[in-house]
């Protein structure tokens, strides 16, 4: 059966690298994510970074898929 945790990484061993990618975000942003809890922060403040990660996620995917990948 299937984890029901809607924030378990599809492929455990990516769990380091969206880690950091979250954190990166986060620093861009100007949001002050730290390792641990973050009750502190808005919903606004989190959704923000997590929207963002996927926006880029779903960006870096079309282009892979369209067969022009940039860094």
Do not use: C, H, W
Not at 1 to 22: C, G, I, W, Y
Not at 44 to 53: A, F, I, K, L
């Amino acid at each position: 059966m299937r984890n029901s945790s809607s924030n378990t990484p599809e492929v455990p061993e990516a769990k380091a690298a969206l880690d950091q990618f979250k954190f990166e975000v986060a620093s861009e942003l100007g949001v002050p994510l730290t390792n641990g809890y973050n009750g502190n922060l808005t919903a606004y403040q989190n959704g923000s970074v997590g929207g963002e990660m996927v926006r880029r996620m779903i960006r870096r995917q079309e282009e892979q898929m369209s067969g022009k990948m940039s860094n």
